[in-house]
């Protein structure tokens, strides 16, 4: 469990650090109601630094830098739209349950949006909590063993990564720990 706590701090550490350094060395634009990153001289240089170091880290930075100028879902507030923008985020870099996605961005120890508001950006999203499931299984798998009743209670727990049991048997089944 020691383990598995340091793993997923590393991981949110990485998250913390990335969005910093994208958030950071972006210029934020609004036109005709449309939220969009524009840095394109920002953007390469720093992935480049990345990709010397880690390219499976400027993979990430290229995909959530990409994810940036997508279309917001309208009628948002900007609040709601903020939130988007990093539940984004975190789903490029690891699995979330809908749960625990709300709670990272509502969280004082994590973003501090309003409960509120990062449920409408979580629920905005359309994001399958299946899909999303079988990554936190394989992530959990690739840690540590597990058996299928172990991952599946990682899973779902409260004090875990919050799935519905359904959610996370599915995970768990996909990611074969199950047989």
Same mark, same amino acid.
């Given at each position: 469990?020691?383990? &598995? &706590? ?9 998250? &913390? ?9 972006? =210029?934020?634009?609004?036109? =005709?109601?449309?939220? !969009?990153?524009? /840095?394109?001289?920002? *953007?390469?240089?720093?992935? #480049?630094?990345?990709? *010397?170091?880690?390219?499976?880290? /400027? @993979? ?15 009628? &948002? ?12 985020? $975190? ?7 809908? +749960? ?8 004082? $120890? %994590?973003?501090? $949006? ?6 409408? =950006?979580? +629920?905005?999203?359309?994001? +399958?909590? @299946? ?5 936190? !299984? #394989?992530? $959990? ?12 209670? *990682?899973?779902?727990?409260? /004090? %875990? ?6 959610? =996370?048997?599915?995970? /768990? *089944?996909? !990611?074969?720990?199950?047989?």
């Amino acid at each position: 469990m020691k383990k &598995l &706590l340091k793993w997923l701090a590393i991981i949110f550490v990485g998250l &913390l650090i990335i969005g910093f350094i994208v958030g950071k060395d972006s =210029a934020e634009v609004e036109t =005709a109601g449309v939220d !969009a990153i524009e /840095a394109p001289s920002k *953007q390469p240089v720093v992935a #480049e630094s990345f990709e *010397q170091s880690d390219p499976v880290v /400027a @993979n990430v930075v290229d995909e959530v830098v990409a994810e940036e100028v997508e279309v917001q879902p309208e009628g &948002l507030s900007r609040p709601q739209k903020n939130a988007v923008r990093s539940a984004k985020q $975190y789903v490029s870099m690891t699995g979330f349950s809908r +749960d625990g996605l709300i709670e990272q961005l509502s969280s004082e $120890y %994590g973003d501090g $949006y309003e409960v509120n508001d990062s449920t409408v =950006a979580v +629920d905005s999203l359309g994001i +399958d909590w @299946n899909e999303q499931a079988v990554r936190s !299984a #394989e992530q $959990y798998l690739n840690m540590t063993g597990f058996s299928c009743d172990g991952l599946i209670e *990682q899973l779902s727990s409260s /004090a %875990g990564s919050k799935y519905t049991v359904s959610e =996370a048997t599915y995970g /768990a *089944q996909q !990611a074969g720990a199950c047989s």
